[in-house]
């Protein structure tokens, strides 16, 4: 059965530095997500793609974050200086079909949990 | 701001009984997801609703759309202790990609 997958597993980093989170969607998914959730608190939207461009973002996302599609199966998470407060699992989701439409089901990845030190 | 608030936060049962978990927001939904979240894994979708007043039922768990969109429900019956972990609902608002979640209900099923 098709599935998200997501590198690395865990990441640890120092606060400052740079780090990309990877991502390979379902194959045939239009739709890609970001999502954090802190330990123990809600699953956070952080940013829809579509067509090569940003769809929706959420003030979480400010311009610390950026988005690609380097490839025709990666979607990355770039973080460009880490804060200790960034770190969180990173889920990553995919979906067939946009909001609106009757089957619009997200499927995500195991996640990504990310250490900032 | 749209809020989907579930409840129970925390439920620990034996098996065998049954449970109800509720969703519920004052705002109407285009569509509703229950996902459940294994500790250090993803969520991992279990149903959407669509219509209002739908029912789906996947073998002893059923959920329910509220008629009006704005809250839903899952049950289940003679749970076992692989039901054991965190159910999350998510609401779709009409024309944006953002699901809406809820904090999800922790539930613990001891044998």
């Known amino acids: 059965e098709p599935e998200v997958t997501q590198t690395p597993s865990h990441q640890v980093t120092q606060m400052g530095q740079e780090v990309i989170l990877r991502c390979v969607p379902i194959?045939?998914?239009?739709?890609f997500y970001w999502y954090r959730q802190i330990l123990g608190q809600k699953v956070e939207f952080l940013v829809s793609f579509y067509n090569n461009e940003i769809s929706e973002k959420s003030e979480i996302f400010d311009d610390q974050f950026s988005v690609e599609r380097p490839d025709g199966s990666n979607f990355t998470l770039k973080i460009r200086s880490t804060k200790l407060e960034d770190s969180a699992m990173y889920f990553c989701a995919s979906s067939e079909y946009g909001a609106g439409a009757s089957s619009y089901e997200q499927y995500f990845g195991p996640g990504t949990r990310l250490t900032v030190t | 701001t749209q809020l989907l608030e579930q409840s129970p936060q925390f439920l620990s049962i034996q098996e065998g009984e049954n449970l109800t978990v509720y969703c519920n927001s004052s705002?109407?939904?285009?569509?509703l997801q229950w996902y459940r979240q294994e500790p250090g894994e993803g969520p991992v979708l279990l149903v959407t609703v669509v219509t209002g007043g739908e029912v789906k039922k996947l073998k002893r768990l059923t959920f329910q759309f509220g008629d009006a969109r704005k809250d839903s429900s899952l049950h289940i019956t003679a749970a076992q202790t692989g039901d054991t972990g965190l159910y999350l609902c998510?609401?779709?608002?009409?024309?944006?990609?953002?699901?809406?979640w809820g904090a999800g209900t922790k539930l613990i099923i001891k044998p």
């Open positions: 705002s109407v939904f285009s569509s």
């Open positions: 998510a609401g779709e608002r009409d024309s944006n990609y953002q699901l809406i």
């Open positions: 194959s045939n998914h239009l739709y």
